[in-house]
């Protein structure tokens, strides 16, 4: 099974070696069918400094914390 990847906006920067990124997902409602934006926000593990703003693209990984289990693959314009 692949990895699941997701396109998000980094929110937080205020661990170390940890980003907050929100992520939307739009979704359809269910009796109107006007979609509707979504907004969840995932914990990623990072190794380069990202400011906060910044696009990032994030991959599901192996636990690697309780709350962290996303990793930031790219960064920059995307």
């Not at 990847?5 to 170390?16: D, E, H, P, T």
Request: hydrophobic content about 35%.
């Amino acid at each position: 099974m692949s990895k699941k990847i997701l396109r998000g906006k980094v929110v937080s920067v205020k661990m170390q070696k940890t980003v907050v990124v929100a992520v939307e997902l739009p979704k359809r409602h269910p009796l109107y069918g006007k979609m509707v934006k979504n907004t969840k926000r995932f914990k990623a593990h990072i190794e380069e400094p990202v400011n906060e703003g910044d696009e990032v693209i994030i991959e599901e990984t192996r636990p690697i914390s309780k709350d962290v289990t996303w990793r930031v693959i790219r960064k920059g314009d995307l």
